[in-house]
């Protein structure tokens, strides 16, 4: 059974699948989110932080 919430893919995933979760969530390519990605961590901020702890709470499908 598939949760229609934000969840982690077990097939597809590059590092922990978060990106991958995130992109099929909002209907993208993950390789999209993945850029999107590493392009803020340009910018100052939690980005990293954020990732991690998405890691930790999107359960996986």
Same mark, same amino acid.
């Given at each position: 059974?598939? *949760?229609?919430?934000l969840?982690?893919?077990?097939? %597809? *995933?590059? #590092?922990?699948?978060?990106? #991958?979760?995130? %992109?099929?969530? $909002? %209907?993208?390519? #993950?390789n999209? +989110? *993945? $850029? +999107?990605?590493?392009a803020?961590?340009i910018?100052? %901020?939690?980005?990293?932080?954020?990732? $991690? #702890?998405?890691?930790?709470l999107?359960?996986?499908d």
């Amino acid at each position: 059974m598939r *949760r229609n919430g934000l969840t982690r893919p077990r097939s %597809g *995933r590059v #590092a922990m699948g978060v990106c #991958a979760g995130i %992109g099929r969530k $909002l %209907g993208i390519d #993950a390789n999209i +989110v *993945r $850029l +999107v990605f590493i392009a803020s961590l340009i910018i100052p %901020g939690s980005q990293v932080l954020i990732y $991690l #702890a998405l890691m930790v709470l999107m359960p996986e499908d």
